[in-house]
């Protein structure tokens, strides 16, 4: 089994920085892939960023591209998301999900594991 464990949200105003952590206990070795996901009020949930827990290499939606960067420790277990110049439409519950799939995905069911999300409002 893995736990995820998120953290770092809260209240912000518009434009300035907030970074999420999401510390990975468990059966850590088996995980390849990791991602951070949102949902605001009324809405589907829907895919921020992900990373291979192996090579680093990130992926990220349209949204997001150029002012959030994802980031791992391995040795720390721990994945966090660097959210720059927030708005006020990132607004939103933000979770963390591992799989071990290899393969960086958008898609929510290939994500077998979640932690229980941490909120993020960001005023005007």
């Known amino acids: 089994q893995v736990q995820l464990v998120e953290s770092g949200g809260g209240l912000v105003q518009a434009g300035v920085?907030?970074?999420l952590s999401c510390a990975v206990s468990g059966r850590t070795v088996s995980?390849?892939?990791?991602?951070w996901f949102r949902q605001a009020p009324g809405l589907e949930r829907e895919?921020?960023?992900?990373?291979?827990?192996?090579?680093?290499?990130?992926?990220?939606?349209?949204?997001?591209?150029?002012?959030?960067?994802?980031?791992?420790d391995n040795a720390k277990n721990t994945v966090w998301l660097q959210m720059n110049s927030l708005k006020p439409e990132d607004t939103a519950v933000y979770y963390c999900a591992a799989d071990?799939?290899?393969?960086?995905?958008?898609?929510?069911?290939?994500y077998e594991y979640w932690g229980q999300g941490t909120q993020v409002t960001v005023s005007s």
């Open 17 to 19: 920085s907030l970074r």
């Open 31 to 35: 995980i390849y892939r990791m991602g």
């Open 47 to 72: 895919f921020v960023a992900a990373i291979s827990r192996r090579t680093g290499t990130p992926y990220y939606a349209d949204l997001v591209k150029g002012r959030f960067t994802i980031s791992r």
């Open 100 to 110: 071990t799939g290899s393969i960086l995905s958008r898609r929510e069911v290939q």
